[in-house]
């Protein structure tokens, strides 16, 4: 009897210096050894003593192992996307950032007068980076490595926006000023490849300071602005302008809506004294103006007024402005110019132009080419009109009809193709001229 409880609290000692055993069922077997008399008191206790070392040892390691384990499967701090651009965000919302960018290449074939040149460019080339800091501040800082914008090779956006204020956000730096909605609208989501003709009064990027909100049905920006960053006064002070902008979209349920606006944008000159407006045959190409007014001199001060409109309804939209300039002179008469646009598209394949924040966007297309889809397919057209000629300045008038259809294949590719007639340039350098541009662009936006 001896030898065989000797063997039996031998086993258990076996089991419990195992590396793993079910330590219920040990305390169990080791209870009934010792009411059954198997273990004395002395062995009893000492299998309870072992039996409770080793199940701290297990509780232990398990707890190292899951820390290991969870350690090992913690998700990054980080969310990073390719989708549209690439986007890093951390996980409680506080950063992001994301770089992005456009490139559009473009070529034209024009006839008719003024001779212009056919040809091919890159009409945009761009990086940017932007992103939000501590949930309240906004950056950008966008370049563009073509010669062929407004500003040239160089810096376009660059700007810091504070979020935090109620009801309103704070811009300062480099940006677009608040005037136009077809100038405020993206290059990448306008409904044309170019501009309409009034958009010869428009501001452009300028050096400033902007207060802004935007919600689901109005939006207001108004700010205070310098030169062009690329303007050397040399001796002469830069000008300095204020803008306005209000807007108003009683209907906006992502589907359908409707957008009124106006906007005033007044600049007062360097000391040159002069000012200048000319248009292209919204073509850029040729980079050839076709009406013209050259340096107006003795210029004290101008002001742009705009109205503009516009609506959708599913694959329906239409847009228009009207802009009136009025240039004021210390020596000569004042003068007033003005030009307006009528614009309608439709998209055959039915996805709807966005609209958000009183500007247009662009189209998204339900079906994906490359994921057995055919994109979204648009057709659009343009009438528009430029006055340049008054109180002696001939810089001449135009009107054009554009005709247009654009092809989405993905959400980030687009290609277009656009024909300008211009019915008749009346006065100014090319009097009685008649040009027409045939020009296509591919854009991948990201």
């Known amino acids: 009897m001896t030898i065989k409880r000797s063997l039996l609290a031998a086993g258990v000692l076996a089991a419990l210096s195992g590396p793993a055993y079910a330590g219920s069922e040990i305390e169990t077997l080791i209870n009934m050894l010792h009411e059954n008399g198997m273990v004395n008191d002395d062995q009893y206790g000492r299998l309870m003593a072992e039996l409770k070392q080793n199940q701290a040892q297990a509780k232990q390691e398990k707890q190292q192992v899951d820390a290991k384990l969870a350690e090992a499967t913690k998700p990054s701090d980080v969310e990073v996307t390719v989708k549209g651009g690439i986007g890093v965000k951390t996980r409680d919302g506080k950063f992001e950032s994301k770089l992005g960018g456009r490139l559009q290449a473009d070529a034209a074939s024009y006839s008719g007068q003024p001779e212009m040149g056919d040809g091919s460019e890159f009409r945009r080339a761009r990086i940017s980076y932007s992103g939000t800091m501590y949930n309240v501040w906004d950056f950008k800082l966008e370049y563009d490595f073509a010669s062929t914008g407004s500003n040239g090779r160089g810096i376009t956006d660059a700007y810091l926006a504070y979020t935090g204020f109620e009801p309103m956000d704070i811009t300062v730096g480099n940006f677009k000023t608040p005037f136009s909605l077809d100038y405020l609208t993206s290059a990448n989501n306008t409904l044309f490849m170019e501009r309409a003709l009034p ?242 662009r591919s854009q991948w936006a990201f």
């Open 199 to 440: 958009n010869a009064f428009s501001s452009g990027r300028k050096m400033g300071i902007m207060a802004s909100n935007e919600t689901t049905h109005w939006s207001w920006a108004t700010g205070i602005f310098g030169d062009s960053i690329t303007n050397k006064g040399g001796q002469n002070d830069e000008g300095w302008g204020a803008t306005a902008r209000g807007t108003w979209a009683p209907i906006n349920d992502g589907v359908h809506f409707v957008h009124l606006g106006l906007g005033l944008n007044y600049r007062d000159t360097d000391d040159s004294g002069k000012v200048g407006f000319d248009s292209e045959a919204e073509s850029h190409v040729s980079g050839v103006s076709i009406i013209d007014t050259g340096d107006i001199t003795s210029v004290a001060d101008f002001y742009n007024i705009g109205a503009e409109l516009a609506a959708g309804h599913g694959p329906y939209s239409v847009q228009g402005e009207y802009i009136t300039t009025k240039v004021n002179r210390n020596n000569g008469k004042d003068a007033d110019f003005d030009g307006w646009y009528l614009q309608a598209g439709y998209i055959l394949t039915g996805e709807t132009r966005q609209y958000k924040n009183g500007v247009m966007g662009g189209v998204k297309p339900s079906s994906i080419v490359g994921e057995g889809g055919y994109g979204a397919w648009e057709l659009a057209l343009r009438y528009s009109s430029l006055d340049l000629s008054d109180a002696g300045i001939d810089g001449g008038e135009a009107d054009a009809m554009t005709y247009g259809v654009n092809w989405y294949p993905t959400p980030t590719l687009r290609f277009s193709a656009n024909y300008v007639d211009v019915l008749e340039v009346d006065g100014g350098p090319n009097d009685n001229d008649e040009p027409s541009v045939f020009q296509v």
